[in-house]
């Protein structure tokens, strides 16, 4: 296994020079889905696995206050109006979005795949439902063949909410996001936006590898990774035979999936899901 490579590698291909840097904008996160809610007051959408894009009026920024390496042609038609949304390609396609907007050089070939998915709007103070008429508005004006619109619809109740779950899961998708009608935008994690999936998802830090044993042998066979509240715990499901041959850096930090915790806080069934993106 050669970690020194793959260490190489990530910091060759992750741009994170001060001079790309900004300070992250202030963009709208979610809580986690709960059933005690008039659900009749949402609308409903796909939650994209892709990249969450923030266009300020000149640059797209990521999360995480990096500007993106966008070619000209493709931000061009974009309105002076801040955006709000995730560069997608398709279901299945986060690692290829990811690999792309991280380069330094953009790639023209690479980036026509792209889209802008955009599914709110920052600088207006009207609700969300007003939000996702000016939406369409702006982008039948746009000349922009990248900026698209996430489609956004209604549901009953919580059932068809669940048979539209498992109508997204069966077709590849990743969950559904739901955001309240009358709700304004709000630059910080609020009730008004919620996620639902069939697991939840968390971030933790590489601290340790362990060793394989049987068809692992002599490569990866677990990691010791620690969250930001102190929990370590072992990770030892999820990675690809490339993933175990070469593994996440220590002091990577990497996103995995899970099914509720242990009384002592530990994730439970935790599994491997990607390096996070530093962008």
Not at 85 to 114: A, C, M, Y
Not at 232 to 257: C, H, M, Q, V
């Amino acid at each position: 296994m050669s970690y020194k490579i793959l260490f190489f590698l990530l910091c060759l291909f992750s741009p994170l020079s001060h001079s790309n840097e900004t300070l992250s904008p202030p963009i709208q996160l979610a809580t986690l889905y709960h059933q005690d809610i008039n659900i009749q007051a949402y609308w409903v959408s796909e939650k994209l696995d892709g990249v969450r894009a923030y266009w300020d009026g000149k640059q797209l920024i990521s999360k995480q206050g990096n500007v993106f390496n966008a070619p000209g042609w493709f931000i061009k038609d974009f309105p002076q109006q801040r955006l709000d949304g995730e560069l997608w390609i398709n279901r299945h396609q986060f690692e290829q979005v990811s690999g792309i907007t991280r380069k330094l050089q953009p790639i023209d070939q690479e980036w026509q795949k792209i889209s802008f998915m955009i599914f709110d709007l920052p600088g207006s103070d009207a609700d969300f439902t007003s939000r996702l008429q000016q939406i369409q508005k702006l982008i039948q004006s746009s000349d922009s063949a990248y900026l698209k619109m996430i489609k956004q619809q209604r549901v009953e109740n919580n059932q068809q909410l669940q048979l539209l779950l498992e109508q997204v899961l069966n077709n590849g998708g990743e969950g559904l996001m739901l955001h309240k009608g009358e709700a304004y935008y709000q630059a910080k994690r609020s009730k008004d936006l919620m996620k639902l999936k069939k697991y939840e998802d968390a971030e933790a830090v590489v601290i340790q590898y362990f060793p394989g044993k049987g068809r692992n042998a002599g490569r990866l066979g677990s990691l010791l990774v620690e969250t930001k509240e102190g929990i370590k715990f072992k990770i030892g499901t999820g990675f690809s035979d490339l993933e175990r041959e070469n593994p996440p850096p220590i002091g990577a930090t990497i996103t995995y999936k899970y099914t509720g915790k242990t009384n002592n806080n530990v994730p439970r069934f935790a599994s491997f899901m990607r390096i996070r993106d530093a962008y």
